[in-house]
Nanobody, 115 residues
Framework: QLQLVESGGGLVQPGGSLRLSCAAS????????MSWYRQALGKQRELVAT???????DYADSVKGRFTISRDNTKKTVWLQMNSLKPEDTAVYYC?????????WGQGTQVTVSS
């Protein structure tokens, strides 16, 4: 089984930066598409960024140009670099791993963007 543990969340001022990490343990990490989702209070969970096993990346329009997803299959880690943060980015950020019908979720890490 795959275990995902997020870290790096916290409080940051608008315009600031944070780098989230998701450390994976278990089998066949390199075969999984890795994604970051977020869920703000009172809102649906939304897809933020994806890094497929084939090396493709995709971003939500709301974060394009500000966020960057990366992964290292040797370290079994995926990151989300977040720059130019806005209050609207405030949410719990979740790491997600998917291979066909197999899906794993991390527990989430809180990101708060506020003055």
């Amino acid at each position: 089984q795959l275990q995902l543990v997020e870290s790096g969340g916290g409080l940051v001022q608008p315009g600031g930066s944070l780098r989230l990490s998701c450390a994976a343990s278990g089998i066949s990490f390199s075969s999984y598409a890795m994604s970051w989702y977020r869920q703000a209070l009172g809102k649906q969970r939304e897809l933020v960024a994806t890094f497929t096993s084939g090396g493709n990346t995709d971003y939500a329009d709301s974060v394009k140009g500000r966020f960057t997803i990366s992964r290292d299959n040797t370290k079994k880690t995926v990151w989300l670099q977040m720059n130019s943060l806005k209050p609207e980015d405030t949410a719990v950020y979740y790491c997600n791993a998917r291979l066909l019908h197999i899906i794993y979720w991390g527990q989430g890490t809180q990101v708060t963007v506020s003055s």
